[in-house]
């Protein structure tokens, strides 16, 4: 692991449910084995969400999460995936799991900025 983010990765049969990789649930991933093992940008991917639900205390990041989901749903007409790659976490973790180290450079509340940022 290239960043400082402790992170477990839980490989297992039925978490998460239907074509959804990974489940970052405090910090812990759920992965289930038939996607194989996650590769390095993944596992970035998964520490940028885990930065972002510390500083948003969990709960905080959850509630984001689905109520900016709900907002991007009726923004996008009800396309889901559009919708999900949309919530500015995601935005802010894709545009940044190819970079290692992103993680050590990045500004507290990063994922802000991504708000208004569409893909
Ligand atoms: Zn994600």
Do not use: C, D
């Amino acid at each position: 692991m290239s960043n400082f983010v402790a992170m477990k990765v839980i490989y297992n049969r039925f978490i998460p449910f239907g074509s959804y990789h990974g489940l970052n649930l405090f910090g812990t991933i759920f992965v289930q084995r038939k996607w194989g093992k996650m590769e390095a940008h993944e596992l970035n991917h998964e520490a940028i969400h885990t930065m972002q639900q510390w500083e948003m205390t969990y709960a905080g990041f959850y509630l984001w999460y689905i109520a900016e989901y709900l907002v991007r749903l009726v923004q996008y007409r009800f396309k889901t995936e559009k919708a999900y790659y949309n919530i500015s976490f995601e935005r802010e973790a894709y545009a940044n799991e190819h970079y290692p180290h992103y993680l050590l450079h990045r500004r507290p509340m990063a994922w802000v900025k991504y708000l208004r940022q569409s893909s």
